[in-house]
């Protein structure tokens, strides 16, 4: 399975502070996404990046990847409450259109 | 507003009572995916398709039916549903044939006793 793993599983910040979120996957990728989950409704898409791309970024979002190791990090700067919810990484491998999804990194936001 | 329903949201039903649930997008996408989501297992893809009368497997199909005969549509069906099958399930759709930038239904939660 082309599964990705996210690292850490569940990770507890203070408001302000800065998350970064890990997520390695097995084969190689077209592209890889991020979204976001707020408790039990439906994701929400956050960024992409393709495989030719090594960093990107959007608002208070930064991304990472590196093909190589077969891993990419999200970044979110200067973290709110309402960042609270659980994101996870979704790739395509090259030559498919399914979309495989990482278990997820469950990020709490304490005010 | 642009969206993708699903109903019903909420469903409890008995093993092998055969149940199909909705989904349908408004803004003329033309990928659209099943995804189960369990705990610890993140979500799944079950059936995706890139085009109407166009549908394929994604990584845990078995036990599931779908098809496209319209764009807008693509019902997820459970000819004989069994407790593995209880879970929240995700209908998306994609503005082209790759699934990128996907957006999600609400969700429904099913569960089979």
């Known amino acids: 399975s082309q599964q990705g793993e996210e690292d850490p599983q569940a990770l507890s910040i203070q408001e302000g502070e800065n998350a970064t979120m890990n997520c390695s996957y097995k084969?190689?990728?077209?592209?890889l996404q991020w979204y976001r989950q707020n408790s039990g409704r439906g994701l929400v898409h956050l960024i992409l990046?393709?495989?030719?791309?090594r960093e990107k970024h959007s608002g208070r979002l930064r991304v990472t990847l590196d093909t190589s190791k077969k891993s990419s990090s999200l970044l979110i700067t200067a973290s709110r409450a309402a960042d609270t919810a659980s994101y996870f990484c979704?790739?395509?491998?090259?030559?498919?259109?399914?979309?495989?999804f990482g278990q997820g990194t469950r990020l709490t936001i304490n005010p | 507003e642009a969206q993708v329903t699903q109903n019903p949201r909420y469903l409890i039903t008995v093993t092998g009572k055969k149940l199909t649930v909705t989904c349908s997008q408004n803004?003329?996408?033309?990928?659209m995916s099943w995804y189960r989501q369990d705990p610890g297992l993140g979500l799944r893809q079950i059936y995706y398709?890139?085009?109407?009368?166009?549908?394929d497997k994604g990584d845990v199909p078995e036990g599931y039916k779908v098809s496209r005969k319209e764009k807008r549509n693509f019902p997820l069906i459970l000819e004989s549903p069994s407790p593995n099958q209880t879970s929240l399930y995700f209908c998306?759709?994609?503005?082209?044939?790759?699934?990128?930038?996907?957006?999600f239904g609400p969700g429904t939660r099913l569960t089979v006793t």
């Open positions: 998306a759709s994609s503005p082209t044939r790759i699934p990128y930038e996907q957006y």
């Open positions: 084969t190689s990728i077209n592209n």
């Open positions: 990046i393709r495989s030719n791309e």
């Open positions: 979704a790739t395509d491998a090259k030559g498919a259109q399914k979309l495989v």
């Open positions: 803004m003329n996408h033309e990928y």
């Open positions: 398709s890139m085009n109407v009368e166009v549908t």
